[in-house]
């Protein structure tokens, strides 16, 4: 069991707990958006969109753990005997990249039109490119103990 989690704990707890640990990442990220709502003059869609994708992958990562079949490739990523090797860090980059990241609203945020979406497709991009090297790099090369 992980120092920096405890399921006894409430969610809210859990949330706060999170963001005090994490809060060198959290202020990277929004910084990184404040720069990036400043050079596309885009402001309020890129933070909205690099909020919402926080909720979405939070949500289908849980999905992935419950979804008949998804829920196998997704246990991969968690079980330390298969997740070694370039075919499984393939899997979950594919994974990663196009669905628990967010990539797969880039194409529908091209169909709705940029004016239509609520969505930045720039911080779609910079969202999925931060989520999956975060996933890739701190879990399968750094270790972290909290991800088990």
Known sequence: MSEHYNQNKSRIGSVVDALIFN????FTYNLLFFVLGKITKDMPRVFFTAY???FYSYFIHIVAHKL???NKIHQVHHTS???KGILPELLE????LL???GGILIPLNLYL???LSPFNEYAIILYTFIYTSQHLII??????PSHK
């Open 99 to 101: 669905f628990i990241g």
């Open 52 to 54: 919402f994708l926080i």
């Open 113 to 115: 039109n940029s004016k």
């Open 23 to 26: 809060k060198y990442f959290y």
């Open 81 to 83: 005997d298969s997740n």
């Open 139 to 144: 879990y399968h090369y750094l270790k972290i």
């Open 68 to 70: 008949p079949g998804f």
């Open 93 to 96: 980059l594919v994974l990663n």
